[in-house]
């Protein structure tokens, strides 16, 4: 034996060789951490430098920040902690095996946005051009599915050539894993899409799955097939701006919920947003302190509805008439301006705003506005956050390109979505309530909870002019029609019938759904057993 224990009181007494093999063993062990540290930082600093300094500066020309510049604005200063940043791809086929950067083409963590947890997955553009690999679906499925356990949003910072050819099928599958995990989440948190970049192919799903989603102008792309693919099989020249531009999808597509400057408004953007979100649908509507008086009177509302019926005005007057400080986040600005939908808040509270805006199209429901209001009234509801509905509608649009493109089946998501809605939901009519489009927009009749008129409101089945035609076959009179604006012309036939809760002044309407809210802040409303329900898509 090497190491004869000779016990002499409480000592014991080594051989030279054991003391020389120890010291050779720790000698070693020393030398083994010192690699293994030195491997780490070095690892950790090319994730850091993600494609190299010349990637990095194109990427700065572009007038775009990197994946890990992104993290830094989004987040509170110091609160990122990162997950995988050692990870590879896993990828031999066509040299791959010999290009391996570690953290591969995304970044993904959690941090705090004013000082609440938040998940984000940010693709890096100068790895493999953030083209999605195993590995890189991998670690954003991996803060998906923490993040509904822990019940904190997910934002997503999409910056990617699409699937990583060179993989194959396995991106395809990643791709899927991600879809699924965007299904799964919805409703369950918010999940949100900030386009920085190119995004094609089977990519686009993922945003398109998601809550909300958001575009940087002149540097972000969303489109299906590009425009080479376009031109061979359909012959028509397009650019990339034209096909899948931030102007393109907020103005025409619809499929973009708003569109920013550049990456720091857009990020500084979405820090304001995500302020107005619950964490998670377990949670309640955001409270924050407001130095706005919850019962403040608002003389101008009582003369922002025109003393001639056929008149616009902008609905935007009432809301930020209503709303905390006059701060409105207004989604969708520039698609279906005849309705407007954003997140206020009421006494600190935030709350869901809908109002039909007689400055575009009268007001009409046409099939944009039930689509984009549809949308908004179920993100509320899944997210508990109280809708607000001010409601200035003559009726649906009429002609035959609504006709012919569906308007009955997509008028029926926004009847559906309002009917479907357990949240606080407070109505106002304002003026015009005439229709089946007063039925829609969250009457009493689908439970609203509060209904309120202005002495301007006219709740009817049609406009005099029409309903007098009808009634006497094409013969009336003016007479008759003022006969009509007498009779219906006014908030009394749906008060008399308890249809309107209270006739009331324009100025005191703040007030009043203040108190509402705080009433209301209690509701408890049960469903019946179902699997799910079959909405008109």
Known sequence: MLCSRLLTGSKLRCSPGVVTMVKYCSTMGAQQTLKVKKQIEDKRQAALMGGGQKRLDAQHK???????????????????????????????????????????S??????????????????????????????????????????????APVIGLNDSGGARIQEGVESLAGYADIFYRNVASSGVVPQISMIMGPCAGGAVYSPAL????????????????????????????????????????????????????????????????????????????????????????????NTVVPLESTTAYDMMDVILGVVDEREFFELMPLYAKNIVTGFGRMAGRTVGIVG???????????????????????????FNIPIITFEDVPGFLPGTAQEYGGIIRHGAKLLYAYAEATVPKITVITRKAYGGAYDVMSSKHLKGDTNYAWPTAEV??????????????????????????????????????GYVDDIIEPATTRKRICEDLELLSTKKADKPDRKHANMPL
């Not at 575009?360 to 506005?369: E, F, K, V």
Request: proline share 4%; net charge negative.
């Open 106 to 151: 995304v970044v993904t963590g959690h941090g705090l946005i004013d000082g609440r947890r938040t998940y984000v997955f940010s693709q890096d553009f100068t790895v493999f051009g953030g083209s999605l690999s195993m590995a890189h679906a991998k670690k954003i499925c991996k803060i998906m599915d923490q993040a509904t356990l822990v019940g």
């Open 460 to 497: 009817a089945v049609m406009g005099a002019k029409g309903a007098v035609s009808i009634i006497f076959r094409g013969k009336g009179s003016e007479e008759q029609e003022a006969e009509y604006v007498d009779k219906f012309g006014n908030p009394f036939p749906a008060a008399v019938r």
């Open 210 to 301: 998601t809550d909300w989603t958001f575009m940087v102008k002149d540097t972000s792309y969303l489109f299906i097939t590009g425009p080479d693919v376009v031109k061979t099989v359909t012959g028509e020249s397009v650019t990339q701006e034209e096909l899948g531009g931030a102007k393109t999808h907020t103005t025409l597509s619809g499929v973009a919920h708003k569109s920013f400057e550049n990456d720091i408004d857009a990020l500084l953007q979405l820090r304001t947003f995500m302020g107005y979100l619950p964490q998670s649908n377990r949670d309640s509507a955001p409270v924050r302190v407001s130095d706005d008086p919850w019962d403040r009177y608002v003389p101008g509302l």
């Open 62 to 104: 572009k007038g775009k920040l990197t994946a890990r510049e992104r993290i830094n604005v989004l987040m509170d200063p110091g609160t990122f902690v990162e997950y995988d940043m050692f990870m590879e791809h896993t990828c031999s086929d066509f040299g791959m095996e010999k290009e391996k950067i570690p953290s591969d």
């Open 356 to 382: 039909n805006n007689p400055k575009h199209a009268a007001g009409c429901l046409d099939i944009n506005a039930s689509i984009k209001g549809a949308r908004f009234v179920r993100f509320c509801d899944a």
